[in-house]
């Protein structure tokens, strides 16, 4: 039998990010994984495939749209290809899913491919194709084994025309009507995704807004910039039913009034969150605790209830996010070394990767206010920028919290383009425990979009702004 210093179970971001410290720390690591391509969902269903489809769908809205007014023409109608459109995408997942694999050889770990479920605690039998089996030996055990998209009790998911994201991510057709179930991450980037290549699209949402768990303001804004591009929302609508009847989806939910809303799509994509998976890891053999929702209780050294078995990412608590389960795949390795690592859990930013894109760290507003923090607020709009009067992406805005007696900063909210990576600055800001006025004194590069941070920031520390 095979024995390892560390076995991992599952090769997602939070996975395949531990078993690669391990191993740089000096343990023999092994890593399990049930599919034959490596990365969870993050690579293969997730992160990678659906900004690989936002990336396509948002140049070919830009040919349609805004070519021209650039002084672009192009002769004849400009079409979707949309099967080579998902042909890329796999393309790219493929390349950056053989990327791990190359990772794992280089660092000398052991890629197991099979179902892992737990014998004992220092003992996982992995189940592989055609009913083999082999049984490992590991004195500590890292799981990783993430999530799996959720659904309502009601529905069922035929995975032809009522979908979660995996089916999104490679439809054959672009949808006539697409109904989205659910205005979080997924719902609104998969929904703009089709939106863009032509089909009408519906959000249905329980809650009175959109991205609900991030600031009012950028629910608002984005609502707003998804509107100019004819998505349609249903806000504070209580799902009830959804039938499928030959090509069409038939989806009921109660308004605010309580009143029934019918909605009659073509597709029907379920985007309600996602739960912790661990079926068939078998932690009972081991001795595991879980908590509330399936999640795997861990401590604050995201350490089980046994001693020599972590879990970490989506199927622990806490956001769910790549960053997220990567630094806690770093964290898990380290502690095993001995060290004395930590996570700032407060300065993992979100971001929802729509155009404009919407980033986020630390406190929203409504938090403050929930916690009685005096704040200030410092907001500069987008469209004041030359950069992004150049480029023609107007949308969106900065906003700064900053605590009101120490000017240190809290939160910082954007929606705009490329906030996706403007987003860093703020971490780092905020990882140095920076005032507002601390940022408006550096200087940012003209023109940028990143102008906006500085403005914001001047606008949060002495109401200051400079161009507007
Ligand atoms: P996963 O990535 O879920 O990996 C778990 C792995 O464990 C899987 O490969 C699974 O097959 C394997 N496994 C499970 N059980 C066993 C077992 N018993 N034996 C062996 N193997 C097992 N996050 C972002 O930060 N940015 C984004 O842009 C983003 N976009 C997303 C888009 C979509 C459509 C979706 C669905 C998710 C997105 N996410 C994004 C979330 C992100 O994918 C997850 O937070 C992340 O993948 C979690 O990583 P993980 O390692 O915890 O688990
Ligand atoms: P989510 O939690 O972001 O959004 C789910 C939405 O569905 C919420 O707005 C919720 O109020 C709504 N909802 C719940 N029940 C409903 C009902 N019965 N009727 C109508 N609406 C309902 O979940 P998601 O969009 O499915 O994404 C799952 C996870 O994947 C998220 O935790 C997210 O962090 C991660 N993810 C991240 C990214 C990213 O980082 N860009 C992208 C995609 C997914």
Same mark, same amino acid.
């Given at each position: 039998?095979?024995?390892?210093?560390?076995?991992?179970?599952?090769?997602?971001?939070?996975?395949?990010?531990?078993?690669? %410290?391990?191993?740089?720390?000096?343990?023999?690591?092994?890593?399990?994984?049930?599919?034959?391509?490596?990365?969870?969902?993050?690579?293969?269903?997730?992160?990678?495939?659906?900004?690989?489809?936002?990336?396509?769908?948002?140049?070919?809205?830009?040919?349609?749209?805004?070519?021209?007014?650039?002084?672009?023409?192009?002769?004849?109608?400009?079409?979707?290809?949309?099967?080579?459109?998902?042909?890329?995408?796999?393309?790219?997942?493929?390349?950056?899913?053989?990327?791990?694999?190359?990772?794992?050889?280089?660092?000398?770990?052991?890629?197991?491919?099979?179902?892992?479920? *737990?014998?004992?605690?220092?003992?996982?039998?992995?189940?592989?194709?055609?009913?083999?089996?082999?049984?490992?030996?590991?004195?500590?055990?890292?799981?990783?084994?993430?999530?799996?998209?959720?659904?309502?009790?009601?529905?069922?998911?035929?995975?032809?025309?009522?979908?979660?994201?995996?089916?999104?991510?490679?439809?054959?057709?672009?949808?006539?009507?697409?109904?989205?179930?659910?205005?979080?991450?997924?719902?609104?980037?998969?929904?703009?995704?089709?939106?863009?290549?032509?089909?009408?699209?519906?959000?249905?949402?329980?809650?009175? %807004?959109?991205?609900?768990?991030?600031?009012?303001?950028?629910?608002?804004?984005?609502?707003?910039?998804?509107?100019?591009?004819?998505?349609?929302?249903?806000?504070?609508?209580?799902?009830?039913?959804?039938?499928?009847?030959?090509?069409?989806?038939?989806?009921?939910?109660?308004?605010?009034?309580?009143?029934?809303?019918? *909605?009659?799509?073509?597709?029907?994509?379920?985007?309600?969150?996602?739960?912790?998976?661990?079926?068939?890891?078998?932690?009972?053999?081991?001795?595991?605790?879980?908590?509330?929702?399936?999640?795997?209780?861990?401590?604050?050294?995201?350490?089980?209830?046994?001693?020599?078995?972590?879990?970490?990412?989506?199927?622990?608590?806490?956001?769910?996010?790549?960053?997220?389960?990567?630094?806690?795949?770093?964290?898990?390795?380290?502690?095993?070394?001995?060290?004395?690592?930590?996570?700032?859990?407060?300065?993992?930013?979100?971001?929802?990767?729509?155009?404009?894109?919407?980033?986020?760290?630390?406190?929203?507003?409504?938090?403050?206010?929930?916690?009685?923090?005096?704040?200030?607020?410092?907001? *500069?709009?987008?469209?004041?920028?030359?950069?992004?009067?150049?480029?023609?992406?107007?949308?969106?805005?900065?906003?700064?919290?900053?605590?009101?007696?120490?000017?240190?900063?809290?939160?910082?909210?954007?929606?705009?383009?490329?906030?996706?990576?403007?987003?860093?600055?703020?971490?780092?800001?905020?990882?140095?425990?920076?005032?507002?006025?601390?940022?408006?004194?550096?200087?940012?590069?003209?023109?940028?979009?990143?102008?906006?941070?500085?403005?914001?920031?001047?606008?949060?520390?002495?109401?200051?702004?400079?161009?507007?």
């Amino acid at each position: 039998m095979s024995s390892y210093d560390v076995a991992v179970i599952g090769s997602g971001p939070g996975g395949y990010v531990a078993a690669i %410290r391990c191993a740089q720390l000096g343990m023999k690591t092994a890593l399990i994984e049930k599919y034959p391509t490596l990365g969870g969902t993050c690579l293969n269903v997730g992160c990678i495939p659906s900004k690989a489809l936002l990336d396509s769908s948002h140049h070919y809205e830009d040919a349609v749209k805004h070519f021209e007014e650039h002084g672009i023409e192009i002769p004849g109608a400009i079409k979707v290809n949309l099967e080579k459109m998902i042909a890329r995408k796999q393309g790219v997942v493929d390349m950056t899913t053989k990327g791990i694999q190359f990772l794992m050889d280089k660092n000398k770990i052991d890629v197991f491919e099979g179902l892992g479920s *737990f014998k004992d605690a220092t003992h996982i039998n992995i189940k592989k194709s055609k009913g083999k089996s082999e049984t490992i030996e590991a004195k500590n055990t890292i799981v990783a084994t993430g999530s799996k998209p959720a659904t309502l009790p009601f529905i069922k998911l035929d995975k032809e025309r009522v979908i979660t994201s995996t089916e999104a991510l490679k439809l054959k057709e672009i949808p006539k009507h697409l109904i989205v179930i659910g205005g979080g991450v997924i719902g609104l980037e998969l929904g703009q995704v089709y939106k863009r290549l032509g089909a009408e699209v519906t959000v249905v949402e329980y809650l009175d %807004r959109i991205i609900p768990t991030m600031d009012a303001a950028l629910s608002k804004e984005l609502m707003k910039s998804m509107k100019k591009q004819k998505a349609k929302f249903a806000l504070s609508h209580k799902v009830k039913s959804v039938v499928r009847k030959g090509k069409q989806v038939i989806v009921k939910a109660d308004n605010k009034k309580g009143e029934e809303v019918v *909605f009659t799509g073509d597709y029907c994509l379920v985007a309600v969150g996602r739960n912790a998976y661990t079926d068939g890891l078998n932690l009972e053999a081991a001795g595991v605790q879980m908590e509330e929702r399936g999640r795997v209780a861990v401590n604050d050294h995201l350490q089980t209830n046994v001693s020599n078995i972590y879990a970490i990412g989506d199927v622990v608590k806490g956001a769910m996010l790549a960053h997220k389960a990567g630094e806690e795949g770093t964290m898990a390795a380290e502690i095993l070394a001995g060290q004395k690592p930590h996570i700032d859990y407060n300065l993992i930013p979100g971001v929802v990767y729509t155009w404009p894109e919407v980033a986020a760290v630390g406190k929203t507003e409504e938090e403050l206010k929930e916690a009685g923090v005096e704040y200030k607020v410092g907001q *500069f709009p987008m469209r004041a920028l030359g950069r992004a009067r150049a480029s023609m992406d107007i949308d969106g805005f900065v906003k700064i919290l900053a605590d009101k007696n120490t000017d240190e900063v809290l939160g910082v909210h954007m929606i705009g383009a490329r906030c996706a990576d403007l987003i860093a600055e703020a971490v780092t800001a905020m990882e140095f425990r920076a005032s507002a006025e601390d940022i408006s004194r550096m200087s940012h590069a003209h023109p940028t979009y990143s102008e906006a941070i500085k403005e914001a920031a001047l606008a949060a520390t002495a109401d200051r702004a400079l161009h507007i």
